[in-house]
């Protein structure tokens, strides 16, 4: 296990619907970030938080909204989505933004919009 | 540009055998790269990096060599084991976009018993 946690691991969701995807790292880490895997596509960022703000947003569609409420919890709540936005949807964690920080990925989770 | 219908290169080894798996990366400006293993249901996992002042670095069963020249970054990986069937990508940095990690589209590595 690489310290990153993501619940949940599947979901399917209508495109009406509002869910919310949640990270969790137990690293001490302070930078936090969502990446976008789909099959087309490699693998691309999303958004990027550093010391709980919001540094990083990689022209993300406003129906991806990320929340950072402390250091260890990153949410991605997703509404009215597509479904080209199908994907794998991984979290990381590093300590700092700095060039050289490793960063650990969680599982992922795996969304089916319907 | 974007790549539309992406086709996942395919490596294929016996077990025993050296593997070679290639990246070609563009931006000049990219000075410190990473490669990244992920395994089926898994997020990527850290293998080994290298900083563009270097050329070649080793790790346990796994050499990363650099080749500014051409812009080319190779993964070599010693002895391949069933465990080491995994996609493996290449990832870069750049000096001014630290935080950003610029992943390759990966290749699929398959270890044949």
């Known amino acids: 296990e690489t310290g990153v946690t993501q619940t949940p691991r599947h979901l399917v969701m209508g495109m009406t619907n509002k869910k919310s995807l949640k990270c969790e790292q137990h690293?001490?880490?302070?930078?936090m970030y969502w990446y976008k895997q789909s099959a087309k596509k490699p693998l691309e960022l999303m958004f990027v938080?550093?010391?709980?703000?919001?540094?990083e947003n990689n022209s993300v569609p406003s129906r991806f909204s990320p929340e950072c409420p402390n250091s260890s919890h990153l949410f991605l709540h997703l509404h009215t989505l597509q479904p080209e936005d199908s994907a794998l949807y991984l979290c990381a964690s590093s300590q700092g933004t700095g060039q050289y920080n490793e960063q650990f990925f969680g599982p992922g989770t795996r969304l089916t919009v319907l | 540009g974007e790549s539309v219908g992406l086709h996942l290169p395919t490596l294929s080894v016996q077990e025993g055998d050296n593997s070679i798996i290639n990246c070609a990366y563009s931006n000049s400006a990219s000075d410190y790269f990473i490669w990244y293993k992920q395994e089926s249901g898994k997020g990527p996992q850290f293998i080994i990096d290298?900083?563009?002042?270097?050329d070649k670095r080793q790790g346990q069963r796994v050499t990363v060599l650099l080749n500014k020249t051409v812009k080319h970054l190779s993964l070599q990986i010693a002895a391949t084991q069933p465990g080491d069937s995994a996609v493996y990508f290449c990832?870069?940095?750049?000096?001014?976009?630290?935080?950003?990690?610029?992943f390759g589209p990966g290749t699929s590595l398959s270890v044949i018993p």
């Open positions: 938080y550093s010391l709980e703000e919001r540094v």
């Open positions: 990832a870069e940095k750049t000096r001014t976009s630290y935080d950003k990690v610029i």
């Open positions: 290298i900083r563009s002042n270097m």
């Open positions: 690293l001490g880490h302070n930078a």
